[in-house]
């Protein structure tokens, strides 16, 4: 089970921070990622993080911009966003992958979150 947290509105250039708690798994063995999904769009790759975090990738739009992290030893995934834009606005869900490596692809991840929304106003 994936519980997501952090969402909220806050105006462009500032940052916010999203957690991922997990449960009832092997986490620490699980490649993490987050998507998002804006009203009208389909769900799409923000970042990604291996089992051991020693492997990281981001969509070209969040690049330099957002982080993503994790501590195994609290079953928790995070993603630091900073500098926030407008175009940033959506429901922001994490995924868990069987596989230790990372994926961009939706249909890589076996579990999800139920989602928090991220709303940057202008």
């Known amino acids: 089970q994936l519980q997501a947290s952090g969402g909220g509105l806050v105006q462009a250039g500032g940052s916010l921070r999203l957690s991922c708690a997990a449960s009832?798994?092997?986490?620490?063995?699980?490649?993490m990622g987050w998507f998002r999904q804006a009203p009208g769009k389909e769900r799409g790759f923000v970042a990604a993080i291996s089992w051991n975090g020693g492997s990281t990738g981001y969509a070209d739009s969040v690049k330099g911009r957002f982080t993503i992290s994790r501590d195994n030893a609290k079953n928790t995934v995070y993603l630091q966003m900073n500098s926030l834009k407008p175009e940033d606005t959506a429901v922001y869900y994490c995924a868990a992958r069987s596989r230790g490596s990372i994926t961009t692809a939706t249909a890589g991840y076996d579990y999800w979150g139920q989602g928090t929304q991220v709303t940057v106003s202008s």
């Open positions: 009832g798994g092997t986490f620490s063995s699980y490649a």
